[in-house]
């Protein structure tokens, strides 16, 4: 069976910068898996696996538009110390997620810290940079119908949805 759109495929990966330093890897704990055609990847990525089939061992290198995007200055902003709930958590290198008036939520990482200002950072982690991935074809199964309904995987990993 080939990975195609609706498809649940399992891959091994290992990922790389561009000076070939490992970033993070699946290899010795579980695989990722994901529903393909559904944007769960990231477009380069998901692209080369396209057609793929169990025991296809390949080694993408994915631009960094194709992956997390450029990096973005705009996304770099200092806030005051004050705004932080819980102040003696603040520490450089600290991720965490705030919304604004519209719901609209953020992920950002503190990247300076200065007397009563912080420095936070809403670019993804691996913005900017062009990534290696180094992927093995493991497992390759039909969606179900409440994963296509859903567009993502069911695999009891935590992705709960409550219906009233």
Request: proline residues 1%; negative net charge; aromatic residues 6%.
């Amino acid at each position: 069976m080939q990975i195609t759109a609706n498809k649940v495929a399992g891959i091994h990966y290992t990922l790389k910068n561009k000076k070939g330093e490992k970033i993070e890897s699946s290899v010795g704990a579980e695989p990722l898996v994901y529903l393909h055609g559904n944007s769960n990847l990231i477009t380069g990525l998901e692209t080369e696996l396209e057609g793929k089939k169990v025991g296809d061992k390949f080694t993408v290198q994915v631009k960094a538009a194709d992956a997390y995007g450029d990096y973005d200055e705009e996304l770099i902003e200092t806030v005051a110390k004050a705004d932080f709930e819980d102040q003696n958590e603040l520490a450089v290198g600290k991720e965490f997620q705030y919304s604004d008036d519209e719901g609209e939520i953020y992920h950002v990482r503190i990247v300076k810290i200065e007397g009563e200002t912080v420095t936070v950072d809403g670019n993804h982690p691996l913005a900017g940079q062009d990534l290696t991935f180094e992927v093995e074809v493991v497992s390759v199964r039909d969606a179900s119908e409440e994963e296509l309904d859903h567009g993502h995987v069911h695999d009891g990993s935590g992705h709960h949805h409550h219906h009233d």
